[in-house]
């Protein structure tokens, strides 16, 4: 289901990867300034201005890298935490407070339940159930 779900993250990688470039273009940039100091190209005032540009813009593209590489998935999530409490719904019920449990129950049964003799008189579930 993972790897389902995964194939499904293709924009958010696809970001990753245009950052990536984009880093890489940025630092070749810084590369051809420094040469071009170096051969007296431009002047040191020119060179510091646009390092400076440069620097602000490669700051700035990292962060936007390291931030799109620490988002998860809203489909790990949906794996991680709501398919574990399917799986021990019963016990996840039980320790709830009552306003979880009212949702729990909301989501099963399609009407309010009435109790007849204290059993439960013809229960009507939700459609998925």
Do not use: H, W
Not at 14 to 40: G, V
Not at 61 to 68: G, H
Not at 91 to 118: H, N, R
Request: charged share 40%; proline share 2%.
């Amino acid at each position: 289901m993972e790897k389902l779900f995964e194939k499904d993250d293709f924009q958010r990688r696809d970001e990753i990867q245009k950052t990536k470039k984009e880093l890489e273009k940025l630092e070749l940039c810084k590369s051809n300034l420094q040469n071009d100091l170096m051969d007296r190209v431009i002047t040191s005032q020119d060179y510091q201005d646009m390092k400076v540009r440069l620097d602000k813009d490669i700051v700035l593209t990292k962060e936007k890298l390291i931030e799109l590489q620490r988002e998860v998935s809203p489909f790990k999530v949906y794996i991680q935490v709501e398919v574990l409490m399917l799986e021990n719904l019963l016990e996840y019920y039980k320790k709830a407070d009552g306003k979880t449990k009212m949702k729990i129950l909301g989501t099963i049964f399609a009407e309010k339940l009435i109790l007849e003799k204290g059993k439960v008189a013809n229960p009507v579930f939700s459609e998925p159930i």
